[in-house]
């Protein structure tokens, strides 16, 4: 009888034992893996280093803000175009004080553009191409100081992209006449009176728009559509 309990005792024991071992080997298993270091390198690698680039801003004067500002309407990248004067010596000034000439103003459009996918140098591309640089204070029979050519850039860094802009549009042999434009800093920049925003889209039928806009943009290769 002593022999059975002593047999069942051992038997008990064992099956502790068993079920302990079992129960360690589950834990075991389901304890979460320790991440290498080489793995926490890599997945750092991944994760992006570059700062978005900021909007790009340069204001432009080449002869009547309406012309210009349909053609940068049209070119891929450019954000937002907005008409305006900059350059003057009295603030606030209306459009009637500009057409004198004697505020010391120029015609402007505001340019904001995506640098990502159009450079300065690009938008300084069209703006030779969308008027005369070489005439003095005139844009065919727009005559006046109001409507001289001019860059005003905003920062050093696009001073010195506007320069060597204007060098090399100077030696390109595509003027026959040395150009005139000038490159000064960005002062305060009014915008112009709500009807001259978005001009030639709101009023491409008519007798300036027709004899002048539309064949630029003709030229150009540019859509007459927004």
């Known amino acids: 009888m002593k022999a059975i309990q002593n047999t069942f005792c051992l038997l008990v024991s064992l099956c502790f034992v068993s079920c302990g071992f079992a129960a360690e080997s589950t834990k075991s ?15 750092k ?4 280093t570059q700062k ?11 002869g009547c803000f309406w012309c210009v500002e349909a053609v ?6 450019i954000t937002k ?34 640098s990502v996918k159009i450079s ?12 005369d640089p070489t005439t003095l204070n005139r844009q065919g029979a727009d005559i006046g100081t109001q409507y001289r050519s001019a860059i005003f850039y905003h920062n050093e860094d696009d001073k010195l992209v506007a320069d060597k802009s204007k060098k090399l549009a100077d030696k390109s042999g595509e003027f026959r ?15 112009a009176e709500e009807y001259h925003q978005n001009y030639f889209n709101l009023n ?11 064949p630029k943009l003709l030229k150009l290769g540019l859509k007459f559509k927004e």
């Not at 300065?120 to 008027?131: C, G, I, N, Q, S």
């Not at 491409?204 to 539309?214: D, E, F, G, M």
Request: proline share 7%; glycine share 8%.
């Open 177 to 191: 006449r040395p150009i005139v434009t000038e490159v000064t800093k960005a002062s305060t920049f009014y915008k």
């Open 120 to 131: 300065l140098e690009k938008v300084l591309e069209v703006f030779w191409k969308a008027h």
């Open 204 to 214: 491409s039928n008519a007798p300036y728009c027709r004899a002048v806009i539309w």
């Open 81 to 114: 175009v907005t008409s305006g004067y900059m350059g003057g010596q009295i603030p606030n000034p209306t459009y009637e004080q500009i057409c004198t000439g004697r505020t010391g103003h120029a015609e402007v459009i505001e340019v904001e553009f995506d």
């Open 45 to 48: 690698s991944f994760e992006p």
């Open 52 to 62: 978005p680039k900021k909007p790009g801003i340069i204001t432009l004067g080449a």
């Open 29 to 43: 298993t389901t304890k979460p893996a320790k991440k290498n270091k080489s793995d926490v390198n890599a997945t």
């Open 72 to 77: 940068y309407q049209r070119i891929d990248g």
